[in-house]
């Protein structure tokens, strides 16, 4: 599903470099990151994602080469194809929850807004416990449910790659194993990749995988 190598990027002024040698995510597999605060996560899956360009190497995604697309494929490739859980929610403050979660289809012409896609929110919303609350707006929520709204955002396109940035930071720990339940089971539904990055270590035995970015460092270091 994943292939990455000799993937390069520093931000401008040179203060932070990321260098990943190789990395590999099968279809379907669900993987989980960890590693310090600082050491480029979050700037990974930006670029898994299209939102950073590559800086150099290869980004490929099921057999599509990010690494070379512009920026409006890259945007377009990334509404189709993948869902995103930001660490910082990024909803739409003017926009109830109801199209928070069905922001995706407003984006671009890519993807149909329908009756189905209407139902399929109304159902994720019930499955994180926001039935009640499709009407209210952002700052009507509590943290934990924004992160819930973020989450059925990222799943109402049914996409084949799933990137969670602290998916469950927000939340309680009653909520956290649900949430991670409602991620597996989207992902086995709809033979999607995950890729989590987490810095709950409870939550790791639950992945098929763990990748620690130290170990990048190391690699790159040697």
């Not at 520093?10 to 605060?37: D, M, N």
């Not at 109830?96 to 979660?101: E, G, S, Y």
């Not at 649900?178 to 086995?188: E, G, H, R, S, V």
Request: glycine content about 8%; hydrophobic content about 45%; charged content about 25%.
């Amino acid at each position: 599903m994943i292939a990455v190598s000799d993937l390069g990027f520093t931000y401008p002024g040179g203060a932070f470099h990321l260098t990943i040698p190789a990395l590999q995510v099968a279809q379907g597999e669900r993987l989980a990151i960890v590693g310090p605060s600082g050491t480029g996560k979050t700037t990974l899956l930006n670029l898994l994602s299209g939102i950073v360009e590559v800086e150099s190497g290869v980004v490929d995604i099921a057999g599509s080469r990010v690494d070379r697309m512009s920026a409006t494929e890259r945007r377009a490739f990334r509404i189709r194809q993948i869902g995103f859980v930001f660490q910082n929610f990024e909803l739409v403050e003017y926009l109830t929850v109801r199209d928070n979660i069905l922001y995706p289809y407003r984006l671009s012409d890519v993807l149909r807004l329908d009756r189905e896609v209407r139902s399929r929110a109304e159902a994720l919303a019930g499955a994180v416990g926001l039935a009640d609350k499709l009407g209210r707006y952002p700052q009507a929520l509590s943290q934990g449910e924004k992160q819930r709204v973020a989450i059925c955002r990222a799943l109402i396109t049914q996409p084949r790659l799933l990137l969670a940035d602290e998916a469950t930071g927000n939340l309680d720990p009653a909520n956290k194993g649900a949430i991670l339940d409602l991620l597996f089971a989207q992902a086995k539904a709809h033979d999607a990749t995950l890729i989590a990055v987490t810095h709950d270590h409870e939550l790791l035995p639950r992945f098929d995988r763990v990748v620690d970015f130290l170990d990048f460092r190391a690699a790159a270091d040697a």
